[in-house]
């Protein structure tokens, strides 16, 4: 099923012209968990693999003997998601409590290689801001799952570019690391639903009578709202309901229940014109994206310029901890609105780095260049 971001709540370029000097597109990714092909674009593979090609490794030393068995991980998670909607049996629940703990496998020393963990596999005819190396047209993203590598002590990315039309016989099975760092390291299997979208630069970044001039209509709009509670609540105590602000009797006459009438309602406030801000409505989108710009809500800008040219890098790849959450709820695509609290649409892959969002910079100029990270 194609997802598709309802539009913006407002024609934001018709109220600031200026915003069409900062606009970027980016390709939402819409992740949903299932097993994809290799021929097909996907998070946690399998991956369009050669049969004779090396398995990238880790070869840095750190601890890898401690740490969350991935067998455990997987089970843990089909285990939780069977049980969704009902209380575990005492079985099930012996099983999670056993699996909380970090295991010690002493087979497997600092110094030793350790596979690293497939995290995506892009086809630029799916992903259309997907920035390729001339002549390539699939790129196959991997890490180590463990968190410390680094001054910053993340997990260590490496990015492979392919021509996929080269690749011959698949490598099947494809090698994982027996142990992880971090449940939260390890993404759930996903099939992806690429659909492009408009952006516009982050806030902070645009030139100071932009922002004053943005600043000063959500504050128009902020007041607005304001207003118009107020006067809802002068309504509510005219004699128009029980005495506790509810509705009048004949308003839910027309319904079966009260629990029926308090559904059509909640429905209809959900449908109601929410507060619209800049950076959560119109500014950049949520979830796991190609291109497009980066936040920088927990930080201030930063700098991401190429090591090799210095030009500037801006993401390949946004890799974050849910696909919408409550600030960026006018994101939540139109097919999956009926289902918008569901763990499966909120948190499709079950990632989470850094304090939710990882970004992958790599150079315009040359996508070959070393690759950046950035995390807030």
Do not use: N
């Not at 089970?75 to 010690?104: I, K, N």
């Not at 429905?267 to 979830?287: C, F, H, K, N, V």
């Amino acid at each position: 099923m194609a997802r598709t971001t309802p539009p913006r709540p407002v024609g934001v370029e018709a109220m600031f012209p200026a915003l069409a000097g900062h606009r970027r597109t980016a390709t939402r990714l819409h992740p949903r968990q299932g097993m994809a092909k290799p021929e097909e674009s996907s998070v946690a593979g399998p991956l369009l693999w050669p049969v004779d090609d090396p398995w990238p490794m880790c070869t840095a030393s750190h601890a890898k003997g401690r740490g969350h068995p991935l067998s455990d991980v997987r089970l843990r998670r089909r285990v939780q998601d069977e049980a969704r909607g009902r209380d575990f049996t005492e079985d099930e629940r012996r099983l999670l409590d056993g699996m909380t703990r970090a295991t010690h496998l002493p087979a497997l020393g600092d110094e030793d290689p350790l596979p690293m963990l497939a995290v995506a596999q892009l086809y630029t005819r799916d992903v259309p801001d997907l920035v390729a190396p001339a002549g390539h047209d699939l790129l196959q993203v991997f890490w180590c799952p463990f968190e410390a590598h680094g001054p910053e002590r993340t997990v260590d990315v490496e990015l492979r570019w392919r021509r996929a039309a080269e690749v011959g016989a698949v490598l099947a099975p494809q090698p994982e690391p027996p142990v992880v760092g971090r449940e939260e390291c390890v993404p759930t299997p996903c099939v992806l639903h690429p659909e492009q979208v408009v952006e516009y630069e982050y806030l902070g970044l645009l030139d100071e009578e932009l922002q004053d001039a943005i600043a000063e209509w959500e504050d128009e709009l902020l007041g607005d709202a304001e207003e118009c509670d107020e006067e809802d609540d002068e309504g509510e105590g005219r004699g128009e309901g029980d005495g506790h602000g509810s509705a009048a009797p004949a308003e839910h006459a027309r319904y079966a229940t009260y629990e029926a009438y308090e559904a059509a309602m909640a429905a209809d406030r959900t449908q109601e014109s929410e507060e619209i801000d800049y950076m959560s409505d119109l500014s950049i989108a949520p979830g796991w994206k190609v291109g497009g710009f980066a936040s920088w809500h927990l930080t201030d800008p930063g700098p991401v310029d190429c090591s090799m040219c210095g030009t500037a890098m801006p993401p390949l790849l946004t890799v974050a901890a849910v696909e919408c959450d409550g600030a960026s709820r006018s994101w939540l695509p139109t097919e999956d609105r009926d289902a918008m609290d569901a763990p499966r649409v909120i948190d499709p892959v079950g990632v989470y780095l850094g304090r939710g969002l990882m970004r992958v910079h790599t150079c315009p100029t040359d996508p070959t260049h070393p690759h950046r990270l950035t995390f807030q």
